[in-house]
């Protein structure tokens, strides 16, 4: 066990007494021609749903009552067919989903994984790998450590730096509030702050973490949604004047609406004089950080004591592959660190990471495969040039919308988002009635094209968006998602 040379190398001897004792099969197992053809199938069954998606619609689904009439059954004593299974789960259940990785998804934060990191969730799956300690996953825990490694210097963090996989953006949240708590020194009477664009995930995390919901300060954002510094130093000000432990900053490197950027620099000078934790939460926005354009909007971020960032967003990763790093790696460790008699067997050497010391979960996937595996596959520089063509398409997006006399850009387009509304020029239209037609709009975008959009607040205005993200959509699908909108558009004003 510990410390021993022992490898594992060697073919483990199987015990045939307790084999016949307890039954080798007790059901559970395959024969080696039907795993392979089953996973031929399923495979089979993926690549042709990829062939099809771009001509299908964005979004399929059903209401509550259909679905539980074909799903609510009892789980059966007795199997049938695997191949069976395998059918009815691809033509009931998994395409009754809005398809985030469909070319003409534009909605909430959409996602298109690769093919390996597909495959790599399938690997990690089959050797059920646990990343949870060194001595349960010395080999997975190093390609864990390679690929934090790959985005620490992606986001010129110093080497001090650390972190880890999370499921995603929220969980990243909550390890790093836990961090910037304890390296607060756990005080009463907590603060936390961050922009009013922020997402409900940090609120949440910060509750969690013991930070009463009065205490949770959403700082205004500015009109082009970016958290108004003058409002943070002030709040700060006042909240230390009462009393208060301001404990976290959090800045948004993207956020979920309009894909606002925070002032970086001017919060990380802020919290370093006020000694305050910075996190970022860079959870779609961040692997823009891979673009030279990305890198110049992002400034400052490498100044943060953490940032969150999901690969399952703006990375081509399937779900779930969140990551959480942060300046100085050992403050994870006395954040999360819990000895547990249980596990005295992880302690092997000093210098081995045990992942489950580093966050809220023990039991852990192999998440950092996927990342691996397709960086691996394609290059870096596929990755590179998808993350920019995203930006580049909502780019010509905005430009599309300013030329339009139907549209009106409402945000500066920012990491991949477009906020824009239906509102005709040399038409005065009160905002209720604007608000009724972009409703109308949406709707009819979403029954009867095959794009899906999703729709936002922009101060307090309701605003289409498009959040262009995924790899395989092309100009034509924004263009002509664009003139779908303009044409429900000219038709809801003149009907
Ligand atoms: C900016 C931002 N932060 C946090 C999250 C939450 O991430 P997750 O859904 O991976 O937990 C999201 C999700 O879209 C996001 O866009």
Redesign the pocket.
């Given at each position: 066990m510990p410390g021993d040379s022992k490898s594992s190398r060697g073919t483990p001897s199987v015990s045939t007494e307790s084999e016949k004792e307890l039954g080798a099969d007790n059901g559970l197992q395959m024969a080696p021609e039907l795993m392979l053809n089953l996973a031929r199938k399923a495979a089979d069954i993926l690549v042709e749903r990829n062939e099809r998606l771009p001509g299908e619609d964005a979004w399929e689904g059903d209401f509550r009552q259909g679905l539980e009439e074909e799903l609510l059954k009892d789980p059966p004593e007795d199997g049938r067919p695997a191949a069976e299974v395998l059918e009815q789960v691809a033509r009931e259940i998994l395409p009754f989903a809005t398809r985030l990785d469909h070319p003409r998804c534009f909605a909430?934060?959409p996602s298109s994984p690769t093919w390996p990191s597909v495959l790599a969730d399938f690997m990690a799956a089959g050797y059920n790998i646990n990343t949870v300690t060194w001595l349960v996953a010395s080999g997975p825990s190093q390609l864990e450590l390679v690929v934090i490694d790959w985005f620490r210097r992606w986001l010129d963090y110093p080497e001090s730096a650390g972190g880890l996989f999370t499921?995603?953006?929220?969980?990243a949240?909550l390890d790093a509030l836990v961090a910037a708590r304890e390296a607060a020194g756990h005080p009463e009477r907590a603060t936390v702050y961050m922009s009013d664009q922020s997402?409900s995930?940090l609120r949440r995390a910060a509750m969690i973490i013991g930070v009463r919901p009065e205490c949770i300060r959403m700082v205004p954002s500015d009109p082009c949604t970016r958290l108004d510094m003058e409002a943070l130093t002030r709040a700060v000000t006042e909240d230390r004047a009462a009393g208060f432990s301001p404990i976290a900053v959090c800045a948004?490197a993207?956020?979920?609406s309009t894909g606002a950027i925070d002032p970086l620099e001017a919060m990380a000078d802020f919290c370093e004089a006020e000694g305050i934790w910075l996190h970022v939460?860079a959870?779609?926005g961040g692997f823009a950080i891979v673009t030279e354009q990305g890198k110049g909007l992002l400034h400052g971020i490498e100044r943060a004591d953490s940032i969150g960032l999901?690969a399952?967003?703006w990375f081509f990763q399937p779900y779930e592959a969140?990551c959480l790093l942060v300046k100085d790696g050992r403050t994870l460790e006395h954040a999360f660190e819990v000895h547990h008699d249980v596990l005295q067997d992880t302690i092997w050497g000093a210098d081995h990471p045990n992942f489950a010391d580093r966050g809220l979960q023990l039991s852990r996937s192999l998440r950092a495969l996927k990342v691996w595996m397709s960086v691996q596959t394609f290059g870096l520089g596929a990755f590179r040039r998808a993350v920019l063509k995203g930006m580049e398409l909502a780019d010509r997006a905005e430009a599309y919308v300013r030329e339009s006399p139907t549209l009106e850009i409402l945000t500066p387009v920012s990491l991949g988002i477009v906020c824009f509304r239906i509102n005709p020029t040399g038409t005065d239209l009160d905002e209720k009635v604007l608000e009724e037609i972009n409703r109308n709009v949406l709707a009819r975008v979403f029954w009867e094209d095959r794009a899906l959009m999703s729709s936002t607040l922009v101060g307090k205005m309701f605003s289409l968006r498009l959040c262009i993200l995924n790899h395989t959509t092309t100009w034509n699908d924004v263009r002509e998602t664009l003139e779908a909108t303009e044409r429900f558009g000219q038709e809801a004003v003149s009907p």
């Open positions: 909430f934060i499921s995603g953006g929220a969980a949240s997402h995930v948004n993207g956020a979920a939460d959870a779609y999901d399952h967003k969140g």
